[in-house]
Structures are given as structure tokens and as C-alpha cells.
């Protein structure tokens, strides 16, 4: 493809409540088996991206252990490939990213120093797939100087926490409101752009001398009547899981057949990293409705309407229902988890109960009683 | 300079003939094991978990799944710069171009791989046992004896020990004689066919031995050494070893997997073994689902029932389906309301829907008895079996079959139905 990558990896809101505590929500297991970054990192390599950079800051660990080998996505390259960007002091700067178009300015030298003729930036914290092939080409046919992937909500669902577009009759966005307290339309921002490399280079610097450091409010709102920004609109699956909320309701979308089969069985995989598990062993004692189950687990106990990561041990006389159980989670016997999610290696003691209410999830931790085991 | 302590080179090339059909287009060692493996991850597994960085895979039997499944070694952490894994086909020579024509053979048509590491040691595996080992301590034990050749054995029970090759020791653990298949065993230890040889000793041997036909480790190459008067010692392994080489063994090891704590333990973070995972996608369990007492490989979707039995990555278990005491291949479809009771079906196979396999008495096969037993219903990869039949016991089945291949659409037990050429 003609174009590098940035994936905006940074972000940590309060929305993500305990979960973010950890790591980046980049970092965010999902679907079993996947960690968020997974889909925008599988797209890149699936569109024939050869070049990525993923910016992050916040909490990173995780996010690099994640990333600490690329060959998963096929990025283990001698041309191109993966490259993890943290803030670093250098003699012209001492801060941290101050905002996602400082992120990209404090990197301008990898924009600088490749060849490509345009940039696809996409964010860490979206369920998609997406051939950013396809939002190029109309990139170009359009004479577009930035598009943006949109994506058409659900009346019922809020759009206020994401950019809110209004697009004319030829595509072009007339009105973009980031977070507005009332959404005019149900159109939204994904996040994710495709753009000239000399345009961005160009427009991230004068942003930078006005001290200006974000990429939405100050180049994409500022610039939305200068430049012809258009949106390419998506209507494949996509979700963003940076509210428990939407973090839970992503997960549960899985146990629906076709989201599966899109995501897992249709042309092109989803890429992570391989964890050397074994398969799922069922024990006498067991019994499994209408769940996801991820390999390494190990269950005596019954599971419904959830979703197990990997390495999860169900005790005996267990209940689990409507409940997210993240990696290496260890769960005693008679133990009841309802409407829950469990953080990843969580020890829960024998004949504990955990019940949160439909619709407001309950999130564990209970990091100590592994140590006591 | 390049120069590797020890490296090991892997017999992979055998059929393994008493697979039957599951071996009709790939080795023995490509065949899956415990839902998500291969058997030849288990040597591999155990060289990287020794520190073995180095090993020659020599192929010659239907190679194609084993090179893909192998590639430059990632998931075994053996792609290296420097050594790694290197899969050895025979090849053509200015003179006497030839097969692999046995194992020793195999490994001296591949001296060269072996001399550009400057080894000290070489230890010679198979491709065909479920086992987790530790070669670096049987290095250790090679060297404090001074061992010019050590092989790698296991006490077995007196009474079965006429189905192995057995080592007489004296008390240092030096190798003072060799049965092959004794009728009265003098011992009960069998040779593992696992060996670890003084590099120069092994390439004097090979050298010495170049002319013999079909030269083989256990029957050339060791008397050949210990005649000579070489210390050839018994290392004496004392952890699970499980010969998969026949239906009967293959579908009981498997099995062994399913109990509550397994004797061979795949859940254990210590002594880890790798797989290439081209399959990574959590199981989907359906609301209508029982499964109980099995295991289950990733991207599986179950929406019928499943006892005691082994699923591999990717397979669909339809509505109403029950398996039963089975091990079923990875990308194996089964059709709704099909009931399949004690079979192996192999990988990427279709089987329709309201079928039955494995009913009726247990009559011996007609074709290849010794093979075909245990009662099992043994289906070779992309098979496609049609809507609607009734198979028996003892069955071997290949090839793409339809209806007209099944007489008022049932297989009886001891019969075949085999429709790709390299069955036979």
C-alpha cells in the first residue's frame, strides 16, 4: 500500500474505571482471545500497510510486553515494520505528548524520513476490520485532503462521547462537534484518517507553533471549512470499547454467530500474539451454555453467558453468569459471579459471591488472595 | 567461528503404516495430537526446553504438512540466525543419487549439515512418541560416564517387554548386550530410540558403515560400536513415553489427555510444548451445548453434544450431533443429528447430517486386521461422508464418498471405503 500507519495509542480515560489501572486501553483484552490493538494492527497488515508506528504513553507495560515481538502481524521486517514511540526528552522537547497531534509532531521525523505518499492514522481502542485500501481510493478519487472513516450509530446509542459529523450530499463533512453535550446527528468519527503525508507534515507543524496539540480539535474542526475533509463511511461491524459499558457490550457482541463468523471465520483474520496455551478442558462437573471459552482454560463448574480469556480455572460448584473473567483468573470452588468483570489475575476465594446488576457490571479485583493459595 | 555443543537431527521422513489412513497423505509425525498439536511438537518442544537450539528435521514421506507446519521454526523459538531448524530432504547427488534408504542413512546423507556446526554431541530422536524430556540431563549423564554412545531407555513391564528392543546393563549402567523382541527378556528396559553420540564416534561409524543397505541405528550402527568395544551406556527415563505409532495406542493417549489430573500434563508452565497456532479464536459453546469430559481446541463452534472425547481447532459440532469417545480432527465439520461414537476422524473432513458411525457388533477388518482394530471408525483427512449413512465398527474410510459408496447406505463393520490412491 502507499502509506505508513499511526495507530494513536495513548489514550486513557476515567471511563474504563479500575480496568485502566493497568494498562493502556490499547492494551484492553478482548473477544477471548484478542487484545484491542489487535484490529487496528491486523488491518494495517492486511491492507499491505509495511510501515506502522504505534504512539503511546500512558501505562504503556502491557501495551509493550503485547508488542514486544511484531511477527505476529507479519511486521517483522527488514523494510518497514513496527516501531513503538514513546515520548522521549530530546534537546528540543521535555514533555510528554500533550495531546494526539502533539503525539504525532514529537514523532515527525519517522513521517519525514518515509517515502509513502499518504498516512493512514487509526486509534487502539476499536473492534473492526477494515481494508484502508478501500478509504484511500476514494481518498483520491474525491480529491480529498483529509477523509475521515465514519460510522452511523444506532439511534439508541450515545453518541456524545465520540466526534459528531454532518455530511453533505457529496460526502464532505459541514459539521464536526467533538463530545458535543447534544448530538445533532447519529453520524460519527471513528477515529480513524487517511491523509496526504506532506499535508499532515505540514499541518502538524503550524499546529505546533501555535501551540496547538489536538488533532481533532485543532486540525480536523479548525480546518473542516479550509480543507476538503471528507468521510468515507463504514458499515461493517465497528465498536469502541472505552466505557465499561461499551467494553462489556463489545465482548458480549461475540456470542452473536455472525459477529463470529465476520470476525473469525470470514477472509482476513484478526492477528495476536500466540500464548502457547493448551486447549479448554472440560471436567466432569462442568457445563457450558451460550459462552466463549479461550484456550489454557480449565472448568469444573457451570458458565453461562460469558466470556472466558485465556487461562481461566472454574472451581467446582461454580456459577458464572453474564460475566467477563479476563486472562489467568483463578476462581475457588462454590463461588458465584453474576453480571461481573473479573480482572486478569484475580485469585477468587472459595465461596465468595460477586453479583453486579444487569446493566451496570460490577468490576473485581482481587489481586491477594492468590499469594494466600 | 561456529560451534554448537550439541544439536540434535530428527527422524521425521517414516509413514507410519499403522496409522492407516491417517497417514495416507501426511507423516506420522504431522498427525494431530491432543486437539491443538502435532506429534512432532513434542521432540521439538523438548529440544528448545533443553537448550537443543540446532536441529536437522530429515523428511522424505509426504513432507508438505510437516515443512509448512515447521516453516523457520517460530513457534519453537527456533528461528534463529545462527542454527535453528532446518528441514533436511534427501537430494540429488553427482553419483549414487538415493532415499533416505534407513536411519543411519538418513543422517550420514547429511554429514555435511552436521560438520558445519563443529558439534561435540549429537542426539538422534524420532518424530512418532508423546513424551516431555530433558536431553540436556542426559548429556550430563553421557558425559560423567565418558560415553562414547548413550541411549536413552525406559523400564517397561517384564511382561510386555518381548515387544521392544531391550539393553542388558552391568552396574555402571554400561550396555553389555542387546535384544531385539526377546522371547525371554533378560531385562526390562527398552531402548526410546533416542541417542546421544560423541560426534566423532558417530561420524567414524557413519563413514565406516556408508556401503551397508538400509543402515540403521539399532540395527548397524549400535552393535557395529559396542562390538568394537565404544562405552555405550542406558540412560533411564522415568517420566510418561507414549508410543502413538498404532490406532489403538494414537486413540488411547489421546484419551489419557481427558482425565481429571493426566498422567502427561499439557497444563503445566514448566516444560511448555509449542504448537504453530494458525487457529486462534476463543470456542463458542451454544446455549443447547453439553459438553463434558473432553477437550476442546480454539475457533471450535459446539452446538450439539460432546462426551469424552477430543475436538480439534475449528471444528462444527451441528445441532443435535453427539460425539461420543471420538477425536476429531481440527476443521472437521459434523452435520446436525449425526451420532459418532468411538472414531478418529481426521483433519478438514465433512461428514453429513443424521448419520451414525461406530454402530453394530465388532467384526475384524477385512482389509488390514492388525490395523483397523479396537472397535474404532477411522476416517482419513478431507473425507466427505454423505447425509444419511450408517457405519460400523472397525471401518477405515478415505476419500470423498458418496451414498452410492454405502449399499442401502451402510457401511458394515470390517469394511472399507478408500478413494484416494495413496490408501492402499
Excluded at chain 1, 51 to 57: E, I, R, Y
Excluded at chain 1, 156 to 161: C, G, I, S
Excluded at chain 1, 358 to 366: D, F, M, S, T, Y
Excluded at chain 2, 353 to 358: F, H, K, P, V
Aim: proline share 4%; hydrophobic share 35%; net charge negative.
Amino acid at each position: 500500500m502507499r502509506a505508513i500507519g499511526i495507530i494513536l495509542a495513548g489514550g486513557n480515560n476515567l471511563k474504563m474505571q479500575e480496568l485502566s489501572n493497568k494498562r493502556a486501553i490499547a492494551a484492553m483484552p478482548v473477544a477471548g482471545s484478542y487484545r484491542a490493538i489487535d484490529f487496528a494492527l491486523s488491518s494495517m497488515s492486511n491492507s499491505h500497510v509495511q510501515k506502522v508506528a504505534v504512539l503511546t504513553q500512558f501505562n504503556s507495560r502491557s501495551l509493550n510486553e503485547h508488542l514486544s515481538s511484531s511477527k505476529w502481524w507479519d511486521f517483522g521486517r527488514k523494510q518497514g515494520g513496527l516501531f513503538v514511540f514513546t515520548p522521549t526528552v530530546t534537546k528540543d522537547n521535555g514533555f510528554w505528548y500533550r495531546g494526539t497531534a502533539d503525539a504525532i509532531a514529537q514523532n515527525l521525523t519517522f513521517l519525514k524520513n518515509s517515502h509513502e505518499p499518504y498516512v493512514v492514522i487509526a486509534n487502539g481502542d476499536c473492534v473492526y476490520k477494515l481494508d484502508y485500501n478501500k478509504v484511500l481510493e476514494q481518498h483520491v478519487e474525491k480529491k480529498a485532503d483529509i477523509t475521515v472513516v465514519t460510522t452511523v450509530l444506532d439511534p439508541e446509542e450515545d453518541a456524545t462521547r465520540f466526534g459528531v459529523v454532518n455530511v453533505d450530499s457529496e460526502g464532505r463533512i459541514t459539521e464536526f462537534e467533538e463530545k458535543p453535550l447534544v448530538s445533532k446527528s447519529n453520524t460519527i468519527s471513528t477515529g480513524i484518517y487517511v491523509i496526504r503525508r506532506r499535508l499532515l507534515i505540514e499541518l502538524i507543524e503550524e499546529a505546533e507553533r501555535e501551540d496547538r496539540y489536538d488533532f481533532v480539535k485543532d486540525i480536523l474542526i479548525r480546518y473542516k471549512d479550509n480543507k476538503k475533509i471528507y468521510a468515507y463511511e463504514m458499515d461493517e461491524y465497528w465498536s469502541n470499547i472505552s466505557t465499561v459499558d461499551a467494553y462489556y457490550s463489545t465482548n458480549m457482541d461475540f456470542l452473536d454467530k455472525d459477529i463470529r463468523t465476520y470476525f473469525f471465520k470470514e477472509y482476513p483474520d484478526v492477528y495476536s500474539r500466540i500464548d502457547d496455551c493448551p486447549p479448554a478442558k472440560y471436567n466432569p462437573g462442568s457445563c457450558v451454555k451460550n459462552s466463549l471459552i479461550s484456550s489454557g482454560c480449565i472448568l469444573n463448574g457451570t458458565v453461562e453467558n460469558s466470556i472466558l480469556f485465556k487461562k481461566v480455572y472454574v472451581g467446582n460448584n461454580v456459577t458464572i453468569k453474564n460475566s467477563i473473567i479476563l486472562n489467568d483468573v483463578h476462581i475457588g470452588d462454590n463461588v458465584v459471579i453474576e453480571n461481573c468483570v473479573v480482572e486478569s489475575r484475580d485469585s477468587i476465594k472459595p465461596n465468595s459471591q460477586y453479583i453486579g446488576e444487569p446493566g451496570k457490571v460490577k468490576i473485581v479485583l482481587e489481586k491477594e488472595a492468590r499469594y494466600e493459595m | 567461528m561456529i560451534r554448537k555443543e550439541m544439536i540434535a537431527m530428527l527422524l521425521a521422513g517414516g509413514q507410519g503404516s499403522r496409522l492407516g489412513v491417517l497417514t495416507s497423505s501426511i507423516a506420522k509425525p504431522a498427525v494431530t495430537f491432543g486437539g491443538k498439536y502435532r506429534i512432532i511438537d513434542f521432540p521439538l518442544s523438548n529440544c528448545i526446553n533443553s537448550g537443543v537450539d540446532t536441529v536437522g528435521v530429515l523428511t522424505q514421506y509426504q513432507p508438505l504438512r510437516l515443512n509448512t507446519h515447521i516453516g523457520i521454526g517460530i513457534p519453537w523459538d527456533l528461528d534463529r540466525n545462527v542454527g535453528g531448524v532446518s528441514v533436511l530432504p534427501p537430494y540429488e547427488k553427482s553419483t549414487n543419487s538415493e532415499w533416505y534408504t534407513g536411519t543411519a542413512n538418513a543422517i550420514y546423507q547429511n554429514l555435511k549439515y552436521m560438520e558445519q556446526f563443529n558439534p561435540e554431541y549429537v542426539l538422534i530422536l524420532g518424530g512418532d512418541h508423546i513424551y516431555k524430556m530433558d536431553y540436556e540431563v542426559m548429556l550430563d549423564f553421557h558425559k560423567a560416564n565418558k560415553a562414547d554412545i548413550t541411549m536413552a531407555t525406559i523400564p517397561v513391564p517384564m511382561e510386555e517387554a518381548h515387544r521392544f528392543g531391550i539393553v542388558i546393563t552391568d552396574d555402571t549402567r554400561r550396555i553389555v548386550d542387546f535384544e531385539e523382541k526377546p522371547k525371554n527378556p533378560r531385562s526390562n528396559l527398552a531402548s526410546m530410540g533416542i541417542y546421544i553420540f560423541t560426534w566423532k564416534v558417530l561420524r567414524e561409524a557413519l563413514l565406516a558403515l556408508s556401503d551397508q543397505p538400509g543402515c540403521d541405528f539399532g540395527k548397524h550402527i549400535i552393535p557395529y560400536c559396542h562390538k568394537r568395544g565404544d562405552r555405550v551406556f542406558a540412560y533411564e527415563f522415568n517420566g510418561y513415553w507414549k508410543d502413538v505409532g498404532t490406532l489403538s495406542s494414537y486413540w488411547e493417549s489421546n484419551m489419557e489427555l481427558i482425565d481429571l489430573i493426566p498422567e502427561f500434563n499439557l497444563y503445566e508452565e514448566f516444560w511448555k510444548v509449542y504448537t504453530k497456532a494458525d487457529v486462534i479464536p476463543p470456542q463458542y459453546i451454544a446455549a443447547d451445548a453439553v459438553v463434558e469430559r473432553s477437550i476442546i481446541g480454539e475457533g471450535a463452534e459446539i452446538y450439539g453434544e460432546v462426551h469424552n472425547s477430543i475436538i480439534g481447532p475449528g471444528v462444527v459440532i451441528s445441532e443435535g450431533a453427539v460425539i461420543r469417545d471420538s477425536i476429531i480432527m481440527k476443521g472437521t465439520e459434523i452435520g446436525h443429528d449425526t451420532k459418532v461414537n468411538k472414531a478418529i476422524i481426521a483433519e478438514n473432513c465433512v461428514i453429513g447430517w443424521e448419520c451414525e458411525l461406530g454402530i453394530g457388533e465388532e467384526v475384524p477388518n477385512e482389509w488390514k486386521p492388525d490395523i483397523y482394530d479396537g472397535g474404532l471408525v477411522t476416517i482419513g483427512e478431507n473425507s466427505i461422508i454423505p447425509n444419511r449413512v450408517r457405519v460400523g465398527k472397525n471401518v477405515a474410510i478415505s476419500g470423498g464418498t458418496t451414498i452410492d459408496d454405502y449399499p442401502h447406505g451402510l457401511l458394515e463393520s470390517g469394511q472399507n471405503i478408500i478413494k484416494v490412491g495413496d490408501g492402499r
